[in-house]
Every structure is written in structure tokens, then in C-alpha cells.
């Protein structure tokens, strides 16, 4: 029997590869003769860099800006092609993380992207002629501007004066000086993964969606918004494009400023690492799936990695089993997506405290058990 262990994270407890590890012990106590590969997946936010290391890309580490200007170490991969060129995967959590950060009003309107902007050039240094960038996890609302920044973009006030980084300060920008911006920007590729629909502004942009989150109060989220409103103006200004769109909000607008000074397009996060790791063809090869992640629950069902995972084995006539932390959707809901069998931890576990302190132990008990009950 041939099994496919593709987990995505149990974020807070396991990286995706941890748990494909402790699934893997599982899945040999019950079925030792079988081939079990593991392969870690992401649907484009965080855990993209890992899945995509996991699949055979150069890990790198660079000191960059964090996202309040406090020094931060981040990883980015690549991988060089045949042709010549090369593949760069970078995560906007690496180099501008909330994590990085207090999440507080102040902090709100001074997170920037700049150290993202950093990789970027660090990838181009290094031969990338295509750059995927994955969201999600990020501090910053800064429409992408920080980047650019760091790539030779000058945002200029009414005095022409450079003004500060962060989302706070996009309202004041007049004028976009883009004669020092980096050449290289337009001959590479982007290919921004993005599992959100949210515009770049208004009631159900990056501020007001994602900025509470990220610290902003009210007041916070009203100025980062309109700066965000100001930022789409200009850059439509400066290049005919309308970078308003679906999926422009994500990571508090980051994808804005490729959209309009970059050659960028957004994909389908699952889709896009998919095609990056050579998940399709693992799962060609597979008797069986067996996928999960921390929290299975409505959100999964809108194309999250183990549920987008679990419709590409359905295609194929692969039954699909899934261990999670928890789960919040019923069998109906998962067997609608090929789900033949599914288990939690906290089946087992004491409490989900406990769940999450052992969680590697619990994953490999449940999957064993899960299996042979199937």
C-alpha cells in the first residue's frame, strides 16, 4: 500500500512536517509494509517556505528589518532550473510577522513590509527570475509599500520630503518617485499566493478586516484605511492598474504595490504550492491520503490546504482519511470532500491543553486508531 501522510500545520503545537512524522509512526503500527511518504503541505500562508524546503529548495537565512525596525533573522528558499533560472519562495511572516511585534495602536500604524522587501532583493541577487510569495501571519498595513521600499521606491509628502514607514504614513504620500526603483523587479515573475477575497480598502479591506487584529483601534484602523485608499490612487496613477481587487487585502494589503509596480498576478495559495512541491505527483501515486491540521473546521471547507488536498484524491477515486486537533464540521461535511474517516485528538487527549503540549503523541495514536477502524 502506497500512503500519502500531507498534513498542513497544527499551528501552535506542530509544523506540518512534525505532524507528518508523528502520522507516519501511526500509519507503520498499523500497516508496516506500506510505503509512506511524507510531504508537508501549505496553502500559501504560513508554512509555504517549509513545504516548499520539504520539497527540495535551498534554505537560506538573511538579517533583515522587522516589522518596527528591531533586526530580525529570516528564512526564504530557492531553487535553480535547468534553463538557468530559478524559483525564490519568501513568507511575508519570516521578515514582517506579527509574531515580530506587540500588536498595539502605535505598532499598528508603524509596521512596514521593508524587511519583505529585503528578500525580495536577496532572491534577485541570488539568480531568482521567479518569486512566490506567500501571505499570511504579517504585522504590517502597509499596501506592499515598505517592500518596494527596500527595492528603491521613494514615497514623497506634500514637501518632498521621504515620509516614514508603516501604514500610518501612506495618507500623507503625494507623489511617487519610482526613478531609483530596482529594474530587476520587472523582469521577474511574482506569483503571490492569496486565500482571502478581500479588497485593498474599504469596510471589508485589510484595515478594517485584519487591522484590529494586528492592534489598530478604531481611530488606527480609519487612517490606515484611507492611507490604503490613498496608496490605490496613486499607484493607478503612476501605472494605469487598479490594484483594488479580490485578494489585494491580504497581509494588510501587501500584494497592492507588485500589483501595480511589478509583473504579479495572485493564484490560488493550495494551488500554487501544489504545483511548486510536486503534490500531484505524490498524489498520482498514492492508495491512500491521509491529511489534517490543527483546526478542521467551516474555514477548511472554503479550500483550505487539507480539504483542497482532499478534493484533488476525490478526483482521482483516492479515499482521503483526516486526523486533526479538533474537529468543528460534521462527517456529512467531510464526506462530501472524499473524507472516508476522521479523527481528533482531543478524542484522546485530557483536555486541548493537553492536546497541544502532546500533540505529536496523540497524532500518532489517533492515526493508528483512526486506521484501524476505517
Known amino acids: 500500500m502506497r500512503i500519502l501522510i500531507a498534513p498542513d500545520k497544527f499551528k501552535g503545537s506542530l509544523t506540518a512536517a512534525e505532524a507528518a512524522a508523528a502520522m507516519a509512526e501511526g500509519v507503520l503500527r498499523v500497516y508496516p509494509d506500506a510505503v509512506a511518504s511524507q510531504f508537508p503541505i501549505a496553502d500559501g500562508g504560513e508554512g509555504t517556505l517549509e513545504a516548499a524546503v520539504s520539497a527540495g529548495y535551498e534554505e537560506r537565512l538573511n538579517a533583515v528589518v522587522g516589522p518596527i525596525l528591531a533586526p530580525v533573522g529570516a528564512a526564504w528558499a530557492i531553487l535553480k532550473k535547468a534553463d538557468g533560472g530559478a524559483t525564490a519562495v519568501i513568507e511575508t511572516a519570516q521578515a514582517s510577522g506579527l509574531a515580530q511585534m506587540e500588536p498595539t495602536p502605535a505598532n499598528a500604524l508603524r509596521a512596514h513590509s521593508y524587511g519583505c522587501g529585503q528578500l525580495i532583493a536577496a532572491a534577485l541577487d541570488a539568480g531568482a527570475t521567479e518569486i512566490v510569495l506567500g501571505l499570511g501571519g504579517s504585522a504590517m498595513t502597509d499596501g506592499g509599500s515598505g517592500a518596494l521600499r527596500a527595492l528603491g521606491l521613494k514615497p514623497l509628502d506634500a514637501a518632498g520630503n521621504v515620509v516614514p514607514l508603516g501604514g500610518g504614513s501612506l495618507a500623507d504620500v503625494v507623489a511617487l518617485d519610482t526613478s531609483g526603483l530596482d529594474p530587476r523587479l520587472s523582469a521577474a515573475s511574482f506569483r503571490i499566493a492569496v486565500d482571502v477575497k478581500n479588497p485593498l480598502f474599504g469596510t471589508s479591506g485589510a484595515a478594517h478586516v485584519f487591522g484590529p487584529q494586528k492592534g489598530a483601534d478604531e481611530e488606527a484602523v480609519e487612517l490606515l484605511d484611507a492611507g490604503l485608499r490613498n496608496w490605490a490612487s496613486l499607484l493607478r496613477e503612476a501605472t494605469g492598474r487598479d490594484v483594488n481587487v479580490d485578494g489585494a487585502g491580504a497581509a494588510g494589503g501587501f500584494p497592492a504595490s507588485f500589483l501595480g ?9 493550495f494551488t500554487l504550492v501544489a504545483g511548486l512541491t510536486g503534490l500531484a505527483g505524490q498524489l498520482a501515486d498514492a492508495d491512500l491520503v491521509i491529511t489534517g491540521e490543527g483546526s478542521m473546521d467551516s474555514q477548511s ?9 482532499a478534493d484533488a484524491a476525490r478526483e482521482r477515486g483516492i479515499p482521503v482519511v483526516v486526523v486533526a486537533g479538533r474537529i468543528l464540521v460534521t462527517p456529512e461535511d467531510l464526506a462530501e470532500h472524499g473524507v472516508v474517516a476522521a479523527a481528533q485528538l482531543l478524542d484522546v487527549a485530557a483536555s486541548p491543553e493537553d492536546a497541544v503540549a502532546q500533540a505529536a503523541k496523540y497524532l500518532s495514536w489517533v492515526t493508528a486508531q483512526v486506521l484501524e477502524g476505517a
Open 261 to 269: 509596480l511589478a509583473n504579479a498576478r495572485l493564484e490560488s495559495g
Open 301 to 309: 471547507l472554503t479550500g483550505k490546504a487539507p480539504i483542497a488536498l
